[in-house]
């Protein structure tokens, strides 16, 4: 039997991908431009670049000086997913056992551990601190939390209730906060890329050289 709970979680992630799609509606209410230039390379190119060769850290330089962090980005976002999985499990009754309960474990762990990480470097870093908002911090937060419960669910499932409600506030707060850049950097992104596709710079010649 579905639990008050759970019921609470299912509408709560009704409520972030409605308004994340309204969100999407909106940023697209000015209508498409009309293009009259002939292109000069194809779009297709550009989106499989940026999202491929051009998400790696020798095509960008604010990763490629900063790898650990990158890096850590990279496993902060694999645990998230990875809890977004497990919460989907467990609303349909699935609970984790032997080699899946393990494959989902290492991720969110991970998760957790490089959240932490990328939330002390914001609060101790001068330069990331004076740059911060407090929706940089509560998002983190959320999200961190999020994981960090997803893991602790896997070992004990006394916290079913806590991991629950901890998902609940997350979803109520993925459109509202920065969290929404889960859907505006793939939309950004894409635009980006079909545009700079078009004019034939991407993808580039070379990659930048490195300093």
Not at 6 to 18: H, K, M, N, R
């Amino acid at each position: 039997m579905i639990s008050g709970l759970q019921i609470g979680v299912l509408a709560s992630g009704v409520w972030a991908l409605g308004l994340l799609g309204a969100l999407h509606r909106r940023a697209q209410g000015y209508g498409r431009r009309e293009l009259f230039a002939r292109a000069a390379g194809d779009p297709r190119k550009g989106v499989a670049y940026a999202f491929g060769k051009g998400m790696s850290p020798a095509a960008k330089e604010s990763a490629r000086e900063h790898l650990p962090t990158w890096f850590a980005g990279v496993g902060y976002h694999l645990g998230i997913l990875a809890g977004l999985g497990y919460v989907a499990l467990l609303l349909v009754g699935i609970e984790l056992d032997g080699m899946l309960r393990l494959g989902f474990q290492a991720p969110l762990l991970a998760g957790a551990l490089c959240g932490t990480g990328l939330l002390v470097k914001r609060a101790f870093t001068p330069r990331l601190r004076a740059l911060s908002c407090p929706d940089d911090f509560l998002s983190n937060l959320l999200a961190t939390a999020f994981v960090a419960l997803a893991f602790a669910r896997t070992i004990s499932a006394r916290l079913d209730a806590a991991f629950l409600a901890e998902t609940m506030l997350l979803l109520l707060w993925v459109p509202v906060g920065k969290i929404r850049h889960c859907l505006f950097f793939f939309t950004t992104r894409y635009h980006m890329a079909t545009h700079f596709g078009r004019r034939g710079t991407f993808p580039p010649a070379s990659f930048p050289p490195r300093a």
